[in-house]
């Protein structure tokens, strides 16, 4: 059970796994409430695949234990969930519709419902004209979009995607994350890999940093951004007055535009004493941290870095 009483849609502790000698996972705990969008957030090669398939049982973790949605074999839930793996693909003489209805029926679903709901999951997404052409007849971007629905047609409590922006344009990419927030608001947890942190910052209640098959931060984003102090900005009237000494020795200026990191005593004290220093305060303003200076801050700039090399795109 999670603290506000809620089961955890997924829980791993010290899951281990290693090929030929390398340990690609070493040691992941990570704990996913059910409702949330969460994140695992990495460069290439961090071990989110290989995290995702032990969670979802494809592959035996070496040590570690795992339960989804309350069991500790997750093929015992399989009817419960959705899965789009890195590695895309749907056989090319299916119609759309068919796909998407083959792909329920592997999780639990009657054929003829499943085309039912496959013709009108198309519809609702504005893929109406693709229903009866074949998988080879679609572009590469509308094929995953079917893939996609395959994944969702048998209603699913909890969806995992891996890489899901991966190979969409920008268009789809944003229809991808309308249909995210969507099923979260359904009550669907979903947990997804990513390396844009963009795409985390946006959408995920909750994520789980990986570099290295270690993860060393897995919470709520905000408590991830709290990691480092927020940034204030302040103008002044005057440039120069014995309120300058309040100001931290890291304040950088730019003439009268003051910028420095949030004190730990907070704002309250700084306040005071530039009112009676009789600074003259303009402006005032306090910024959060973003999700990249967070990400930097937890895994550092290497992994920052790798995140943000040109990725290899899953075939
Ligand atoms: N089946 C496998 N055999 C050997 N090495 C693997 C295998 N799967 C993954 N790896 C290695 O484990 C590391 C993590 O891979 P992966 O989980 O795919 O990372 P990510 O999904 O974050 O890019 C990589 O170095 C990768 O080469
Ligand atoms: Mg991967």
């Not at 003439?255 to 420095?260: A, D, E």
């Not at 949030?262 to 220093?277: F, K, Q, V």
């Amino acid at each position: 059970m999670t603290g506000n009483g809620r089961p955890w849609a997924i829980e791993a502790r010290g899951l281990v796994k290693s090929f030929d000698g390398f340990t690609a996972v070493d040691g992941v705990d990570l704990t996913v409430p059910e409702g949330a969008i969460y994140g695992i957030l990495g460069p290439n090669g961090a071990g989110k695949t290989t995290t995702l398939r032990m969670l979802l049982g494809i592959i035996d973790p070496d040590a570690g234990v795992r339960r989804l949605l309350g069991h500790d074999r997750p093929h015992d839930v399989s009817h419960a969930i959705g899965y789009l793996p890195e590695e895309r693909g749907l056989y090319p003489a299916m119609k759309a519709y068919e796909a998407i209805a083959f792909m329920g029926a592997l999780r639990g679903l009657p054929l003829a419902e499943g085309r039912r709901r496959g013709k009108a999951m198309l519809e609702e997404h504005g893929l109406g004209y693709a229903i009866d052409r074949q998988i080879r007849q679609l572009s590469k971007g509308m094929a995953q979009q079917v893939q996609l629905l395959g994944t969702l047609v048998h209603q699913p409590r909890l969806v995992v995607f891996d890489e899901p922006f991966s190979g969409l344009d920008a268009l789809n990419q944003g229809k991808l994350e309308r249909m995210i927030r969507n099923l979260a608001e359904q009550g669907t947890t979903v947990i997804f890999s990513t390396h844009v942190i963009a795409h985390a910052e946006r959408l995920c209640d909750e994520v789980a940093i990986i570099a290295g098959g270690k993860v060393p931060f897995a919470g709520p984003v905000d408590v991830a951004r709290d990691r480092i102090p927020a940034q204030v900005r302040l103008e002044t009237r005057h440039a120069d007055g014995a309120w300058r000494k309040a100001l931290p020795l890291e304040a950088r200026h730019e003439g009268n535009h003051w910028f420095f990191p949030l004190p730990d005593t907070g704002i309250e004290p700084l306040l005071r004493a530039l009112i009676e220093g009789e600074a003259g305060i303009l402006s005032l303003s306090i910024e959060r941290a973003g999700l990249h200076d967070a990400f930097v801050a937890i895994a550092g700039e290497a992994a920052a870095r790798a995140l943000e090399a040109p990725q290899e795109e899953a075939a």
